[in-house]
């Protein structure tokens, strides 16, 4: 029988945003076993920096709070229903109380929080929430590269202007080395565009640089002449490494127009197990669970049971505030791993991270192809980049996330770069 042709168009932004994928996604791809395979490599031999994720272990009563509702046929049939839109009232007590216990937030409540399926999705429906077709959000050069296409997304015709914090020449982060020119050039962009929001993360992806307490302090009082917002994503927040800024311990309730973006990711290792919440003023808050109804309905209701018990459980023993300092440790080590190995067998201009799971290096020449020829070359794969910024156009992102319990393989992995590059 002859099949009859059909016009399966989609619409116009998400053929455009198929024909442009993320940056990220492409080289991901590459990372796939028969990439690897096609390439004449064995697979069980390449050395991946490209990971954006966490391998240190989630904390034990962490899963224990599973096993307990599972175990329990009450509380596993009730983790099978619908929450509140916006998350259980117990759930979100437990996070102002997660955020008061170890940044020292003094006011936050339930009120202020509004909990998701993951950072990447509760940022897509803020977006929806607070930003009107023709608006100016302004965002970092470099900064994280799936803003953009989530932007796009969400408020078509949004206009996004770039505040550039690493200097391409010298390769400085010039919020530390030349912090009055980054405070022109807010002072410039904010006349110019009178963006909407602003949007950075602390640690920053891909850079690990904490932004400044003063440069923070000089947005905010933008922000609150012009109404603007300020979000904050802080997905690395507990991989600080030094002392938190002030900004850390900011509430919604001292400042209106702050927005923060957490999620469970990074901190629990959980990032399969999709959790993560926005804290916000109250109108805010109810803005997003309007956004939500059209869309994940509720969060996840096992993962909000076991975040309450554990939170709770953790807090009173003391077993939280260890298992974050450890984690912390672990992941600074790993970074230093990575400068030290950089030094040793690059001798190539990087930033020294200050949290997070990331170095970026300086590698004289378009990132892409290097990434490519690396690969090929060495068996080691790493992220071009240009899809941070154009100021890391000629830069690569080295994730030590993914070793973190195994050093060797960050010292392995450099030094098959530096025997190419030699």
Same mark, same amino acid.
């Given at each position: 029988m002859q099949t009859r042709a059909f016009d399966l168009s989609l619409s116009a932004l998400t053929t455009q945003q198929i024909e442009h994928p993320s940056p990220i996604r492409q080289i991901m791809k590459l990372a796939e076993r028969q990439t690897i395979i096609d390439l004449g490599l064995n697979p069980e031999d390449v050395i991946s920096f490209a990971g954006g994720w966490v391998n240190h272990q989630a904390p034990a009563a962490f899963r224990q709070a599973y096993l307990d509702v599972i175990n329990d046929?009450?509380?596993?049939?009730?983790s099978g229903g619908y929450?509140?839109?916006l998350g259980t009232e117990e759930c979100r007590t437990s996070i102002a109380e997660f955020e008061k216990h170890l940044f020292g937030i003094r006011e936050l409540t339930a009120a202020n929080i509004a909990i998701g399926v993951g950072s990447t999705q509760v940022t897509f429906d803020l977006f929806r929430t607070i930003l009107d077709p023709g608006d100016t959000?302004?965002?970092l050069d470099p900064t994280y590269a799936n803003y953009e296409g989530q932007l796009a997304f969400a408020v078509p015709d949004i206009q996004i202007v770039k505040l550039r914090v690493l200097d391409p020449e010298t390769w400085n982060y010039l919020p530390r080395t030349d912090p009055q020119r980054v405070v022109d050039d807010v002072n410039r962009m904010w006349k110019e565009h009178k963006p909407k929001a602003v949007l950075f993360g602390s640690p920053d992806n891909p850079t690990s640089q904490i932004f400044p307490q003063a440069l923070v302090d000089v947005i905010m009082e933008r922000a609150i002449q012009t109404h603007s917002y300020v979000l904050v994503d802080f997905a690395y927040k507990a991989q600080c490494f030094g002392e938190p800024p002030a900004y850390y311990s900011w509430s919604p309730e001292d400042h209106p127009n702050l927005i923060c973006i957490?999620?469970?990711s990074k901190w629990a290792r959980g990032l399969g197990r999709r959790l993560g919440w926005i804290e916000a003023a109250p109108p805010v808050v109810d803005g997003i669970e309007r956004v939500h109804q059209c869309g994940i309905l509720c969060p996840d209701t096992l993962h909000q049971m076991?975040?309450?018990?554990?939170?709770?459980? +953790?807090?009173?023993?003391?077993?939280?505030?260890?298992?974050?300092d450890d984690t912390r440790k672990a992941y600074r080590a790993a970074g230093q791993a990575t400068v030290d190995a950089?030094?040793?067998?690059l001798d190539l201009r990087r930033l020294e991270p200050e949290g997070g799971l990331y170095v970026v290096v300086d590698v004289k020449r378009e990132s892409d192809a290097f990434v490519r020829e690396a690969l090929k070359n060495t068996g080691v794969l790493l992220v071009p980049g240009a899809g941070f910024g154009a100021s890391l156009s000629r830069g690569v992102?080295? +994730?030590? !996330?993914?070793?973190?319990? !195994?050093?060797?393989?960050?010292?392995?992995?450099? +030094?098959?770069l530096g025997k190419f590059m030699r």
């Open positions: 046929p009450v509380l596993f049939h009730q929450t509140a839109t959000i302004l965002l957490h999620s469970n076991t975040m309450a018990r554990y939170v709770k459980r +953790s807090i009173a023993d003391g077993t939280l505030r260890t298992y974050i950089v030094d040793r067998h992102r080295i +994730s030590f !996330g993914p070793h973190v319990t !195994g050093l060797a393989k960050i010292e392995e992995g450099i +030094s098959r």
